[in-house]
């Protein structure tokens, strides 16, 4: 580390304006040093360029005037004890507008009439005409704004300190410290890219978007390619590991195929076929198996399991929640009527592990302390993205035959094309994207507050026809500090006034076991017409008589659980519908900012992400094409634990496009085939040591 980035390590109170009551604030977000600040990046920016003149503001306007002060005085507020409003008038050469700010009495104090300052606020209008309402201010006589007539930076905070605070603070950051920040990569890696310091900066304080674009590709860029380090040493450690060989023929696989009580898609064709060609090596297989919902996934592991069973092995089968367990165990145990197919949930006690070959399925309490296994084959893990190298490591020392089993992940969240660059450097890909014949697209509505009536009328129908209903909410009891619906309360309202003839269900994660199987065996049987759940039904739930799913606080949901909801109907030759219901203008949704987008051409207000998800679900159907909106909207989120690695640090930035993925293999290539590279660069050289010693470790 060189002299000037130790100043990085200094502690937050060396920075000026930053005493001990902010340094315990930002200790919780975990910024404790300077390089800390520095790399507490903003999540999202709002562009206040635009200076308007005062005669143009207009009542909901968000806007940024450049204005001096005329007059300010502060009172008591006569409904509110202890309340004190600062009241102004401040104008430009088109006019006047007045201002209130509330509980700031200071003001009066830190603005002097005739003043010139920059307000950015929204406005509003009263009886007595237009008024700004507790806008942020700023000096115009500093030398550069950076609360206001600027692209401004938003973080992520934490309660008691604002955001003009932490501006503040990160300003006052690079004024004393900016100089020490170095180029960290290599020059012959960096090939033109932004400066590191000059990407920092721009990515607190931008000049233009133009300017933070080319930081945050800087960033992804970064990104990619310490992951792509990270992927280079993976495959390589799994290079060494040694596994049997399960060899099966053309005959016996057709064989299988044959007695299955349907047809395999081509896809689960292909997909079978490359399966058991990995598996028929001594290298261990390390394959994605991605396909939409209801596409056949555990069919096509269900016979990638046979050479594993014929030669005498066991395949373990490993899900993320018991209900997805249990609905994999009926599934299994009726394709194998000649090997046992176990259950394995919880830390209770369970039945011995008999020897020889057997499916095992269950969560993970099949990796918990105490459990052995004689001698495991194959790994089958479903939508269990961040099964890693360490749990790898465990399943070998369980494995009492001493070699690494093979691995087969399924996901139902499909891998974008631009990500899957990256991920076939560590795992193979099989794609099913062809439906069982006779699947029709689920018909899919976003339900306003005027059309709910229509709606549930509509499902009344269909359960009157014998169909049958989900319903899914995003809590278990009431909240009135969330103001969404809630299972407990849905299943009361549906029960007594919106279907009162209906056979209705509730199930939810804080049932007990036994409880939430005996609803959802009703349920399968078809002796209850309608399921209240939450996310618990997420995944793996099959059907075949449910034909509608109505969704409850849909804003409240990511793009790919509303896809895998939405999966849980339409699997039979049945019509199916969704129905996405807002418990409140989706607009407004608090939680809907998005990393960077550039603001509307044509100057039009732009939708919450909520209402785009809503949207894209009406409009598409196909997962594929869904993962990558998803991955444009929000970028690549929980997808990297699919690659495996286990320890990536950096923070989501921005989706990564494919020409810097390509930019990046080819310097991680550079670095690998060339490591004199790395003694210029000790912090680099210092991370991939890392990325060996955890590798190791677990």
Avoid at 155 to 178: D, I, M, N, P
Avoid at 219 to 234: N, T, V
Wanted: net charge neutral; hydrophobic share 45%.
């Amino acid at each position: 580390m060189s002299d000037t980035s130790v100043l990085l390590t200094q502690p937050v109170t060396t920075i000026p304006g930053c005493g001990e009551k902010i340094a315990k604030y930002l200790e919780k977000m975990d910024v404790k040093t300077v390089q800390d600040l520095f790399l507490h990046l903003p999540f999202r920016y709002e562009d206040h360029r635009a200076i308007t003149p005062v005669a143009e503001l207009a009542a909901g306007d968000s806007a940024t005037v450049r204005v001096r002060v005329q007059q300010l005085r502060s009172r008591r507020a006569a409904k509110r004890a202890g309340m004190t409003l600062v009241e102004g008038l401040v104008g430009d050469a088109t006019g006047s507008v007045r201002v209130i700010w509330f509980s700031q009495g200071y003001l009066t104090k830190t603005l002097a009439v005739g003043e010139e300052i920059f307000l950015t606020g929204e406005v509003k209008q009263d009886r007595f005409g237009l008024q700004m309402v507790s806008p942020q201010y700023e000096k115009t006589n500093k030398p550069e704004a950076l609360h206001s007539a600027r692209i401004v930076p938003l973080y992520s905070l934490t309660e008691g300190l604002s955001h003009k605070q932490l501006r503040t603070l990160v300003a006052a950051a690079f004024e004393k410290y900016g100089a020490a920040i170095s180029e960290w990569l290599p020059m012959e890696l960096v090939d033109g890219a932004m400066n590191y310091a000059a990407a920092l900066h721009a990515a607190h304080f931008p000049a233009d978007f133009d300017e933070l674009g080319l930081a945050l590709r800087r960033f992804q860029f970064e990104r990619a390619l310490l992951q792509e380090l990270q992927s280079g040493l993976i495959k390589d450690f799994h290079a060494a590991a040694q596994a049997r060989a399960f060899e099966f023929s053309v005959d016996d696989l057709k064989a299988v195929v044959a007695v299955l009580p349907f047809a395999l898609t081509d896809d689960q064709k292909k997909a079978v076929w490359a399966i058991t060609q990995d598996i028929a090596a001594t290298h261990p297989m390390n394959r994605l198996l991605q396909g939409d919902v209801g596409s056949g996934k555990t069919v096509v592991a269900a016979m990638a399991a046979h050479p594993v069973l014929a030669a005498g092995a066991k395949v373990l089968f490993m899900a993320p929640t018991q209900l997805l367990a249990e609905q994999h165990f009926v599934t299994f145990k009726k394709l194998f009527t000649d090997v046992p197919v176990m259950l394995m949930v919880g830390a209770g006690k369970r039945a011995a592990i008999p020897a020889g070959p057997a499916i095992i399925i269950g969560t993970h309490a099949l990796i918990q302390d105490g459990v052995k296994f004689d001698e495991v084959g194959l790994v089958v893990v479903d939508e269990q993205h961040r099964f890693g190298v360490g749990q790898r490591k465990k399943i070998k020392d369980k494995n009492g035959a001493g070699y690494t089993p093979h691995f087969l992940s399924m996901t139902a969240t499909p891998i974008p094309r631009s990500l899957a660059l990256l991920a076939s450097g560590t795992l193979a890909i099989s794609s099913i994207k062809q439906m069982p014949p006779g699947r029709k697209p689920v018909i899919t509505r976003v339900v306003g507050p005027g059309a709910r009536a229509k709606a549930q009328q509509f499902v009344a129908q269909h359960i009157a026809a014998g169909e049958q209903v989900f319903v899914v909410t995003p809590l278990i009891d009431p909240s009135d500090s969330l103001g969404v619906a809630s299972a407990t309360e849905v299943f009361e309202k549906i029960s007594k006034e919106t279907f009162p003839q209906a056979r209705v269900g509730l199930v939810h994660g804080r049932l007990k076991p036994k409880d939430r199987a005996a609803v959802m065996d009703a349920f399968r049987a078809g002796d209850l017409d309608v399921l209240v759940a939450t996310a618990v039904i997420e995944v793996g739930v099959d059907i075949p008589g449910a034909t509608v799913m109505w969704i409850e606080g849909a804003e409240r949901f990511g793009l790919a659980q509303l896809h895998q909801f939405r999966g849980r109907v339409g699997r039979s030759d049945v019509q199916s519908y969704c129905f996405l219901c807002s418990s409140k203008s989706v607009a407004r949704s608090a939680s809907d900012a998005v990393a960077y987008s550039r603001p509307s051409e044509s100057g039009a207000p732009q939708i919450s992400a909520a209402e785009q998800r809503m949207r894209l679900m009406e409009q598409i159907s196909d997962g594929f094409e869904l993962a990558e909106k998803d991955l444009e909207m929000r970028g690549s989120g929980d997808v990297w634990g699919i690659l495996q690695s286990g320890f990536f640090e950096y923070e989501e930035l921005l989706a990564v496009p494919p020409e810097v993925w390509e930019r990046a293999k080819k310097a991680a290539q550079k670095v690998f085939n060339e490591p004199e590279i790395l003694a210029h660069s000790p912090e680099l050289r210092e991370r991939i040591a890392r990325f060996e010693e955890i590798l190791h470790q677990e």
